[in-house]
């Protein structure tokens, strides 16, 4: 198993892609720590893994003091910390004319600012443990649909981040960075979403080839599933933005 031992904290765990990973994280060996919204979501997700090999904190990831406390969690019931999933995130439709401020900031700081705060928090352990952190984006991150703006920006924002640190932290503490930008995924939250927005209930069965040449979109479990034509950049250090080393 490829994740034997390993300790992970997973936001947004609950639910989606969170859940998946999590699910998977834990067949693969690994002790997981899950985080989310609802109290009865995450029971389900506990329930389904077994309490042995997980822990669950309900708690708003912006709230004071929450990244630190998902630290905490980890370390108190595994004993330590190898790896950070940043994937909890606000998916909301909005443009340049709905958009007010404070609206902008929630969106920044839950997609943006806690996974920040999250590998600020967890630095010391996966300094001893020469851990990594792998941040959950999205394909909007490059320019974004007309009506997700603060969500794209976020993503954005997001990717510079994980760049940065990617280069910074893998240098002088040991620690990789990477990030994932998925397309459409079918997770429960997209499926509310879209009939909430006129189309039928079903929506997802009979999507155009546009969106879907295989005839559907990603599912959360996902490790390939219907991908195709996509390049990833296999290297130690990111080509965009590169920080030199530091001075001897």
Same mark, same amino acid.
């Not at 920040?116 to 941040?135: E, Q, S, W, Y």
């Not at 991908?227 to 965009?240: C, K, M, R, W």
């Given at each position: 198993?490829?994740? +034997?031992?390993?300790?992970?904290?997973?936001?947004?765990?609950?639910?989606?892609?969170?859940?998946?990973?999590?699910?998977?994280?834990?067949?693969?060996?690994?002790?997981?720590? *899950? $985080?989310?919204?609802? +109290?009865?979501?995450?029971?389900?997700?506990?329930?389904?893994?077994?309490?042995?090999?997980?822990?669950? *904190?309900? @708690? /708003?990831?912006?709230?004071?003091?929450?990244?630190?406390?998902?630290?905490?969690?980890?370390? +108190?019931?595994?004993?330590?910390? /190898?790896?950070?999933?940043?994937?909890?995130?606000?998916?909301?439709?909005?443009?340049?004319?709905?958009?007010?401020?404070?609206?902008?900031?929630?969106?920044?700081?839950?997609?943006?600012?806690?996974?920040?705060?999250?590998?600020?928090?967890?630095?010391?352990?996966?300094?001893?443990? $020469?851990?990594?952190? *792998?941040?959950?984006?999205?394909?909007?991150?490059?320019?974004? @649909?007309?009506?997700?703006?603060? !969500?794209?920006?976020?993503?954005?924002?997001?990717?510079?981040?994980?760049?940065?640190?990617?280069?910074?932290?893998?240098?002088?503490?040991?620690?990789?960075?990477?990030?994932?930008?998925?397309?459409?995924? *079918?997770? @429960?939250?997209?499926?509310?979403?879209?009939?909430?927005?006129?189309?039928?209930? /079903?929506?997802?069965? /009979?999507?155009?080839?546009? !969106?879907?040449?295989?005839?559907?979109?990603?599912?959360?479990?996902?490790?390939?599933?219907?991908?195709?034509?996509?390049?990833?950049?296999?290297? +130690?250090?990111?080509?965009?933005?590169?920080?030199?080393?530091?001075?001897?």
């Amino acid at each position: 198993m490829r994740l +034997q031992g390993k300790v992970i904290i997973i936001t947004g765990s609950t639910t989606g892609i969170g859940k998946a990973i999590a699910i998977r994280c834990v067949a693969e060996g690994a002790s997981v720590v *899950l $985080h989310g919204l609802e +109290q009865p979501l995450g029971e389900q997700v506990l329930a389904q893994i077994g309490k042995d090999k997980a822990s669950l *904190l309900i @708690e /708003d990831i912006t709230a004071d003091g929450a990244p630190q406390r998902l630290v905490d969690r980890a370390v +108190q019931a595994f004993g330590k910390l /190898d790896a950070v999933v940043n994937n909890a995130g606000m998916v909301v439709s909005s443009n340049i004319h709905t958009t007010d401020l404070a609206f902008f900031r929630k969106v920044i700081e839950v997609n943006t600012i806690a996974p920040f705060a999250l590998i600020k928090a967890a630095l010391p352990f996966l300094r001893k443990t $020469h851990g990594c952190v *792998l941040n959950i984006g999205s394909v909007n991150a490059y320019s974004g @649909e007309p009506n997700l703006l603060p !969500y794209s920006v976020s993503k954005g924002a997001l990717m510079t981040m994980t760049r940065n640190l990617g280069d910074t932290l893998h240098r002088e503490e040991g620690i990789r960075v990477n990030q994932i930008n998925p397309g459409w995924v *079918l997770t @429960e939250t997209e499926v509310v979403r879209k009939h909430e927005q006129g189309l039928p209930k /079903d929506w997802y069965k /009979d999507l155009p080839a546009m !969106y879907a040449p295989s005839g559907r979109i990603l599912a959360p479990a996902d490790e390939s599933g219907p991908v195709s034509g996509q390049v990833v950049d296999v290297e +130690q250090h990111p080509f965009i933005g590169r920080n030199p080393p530091k001075s001897p």
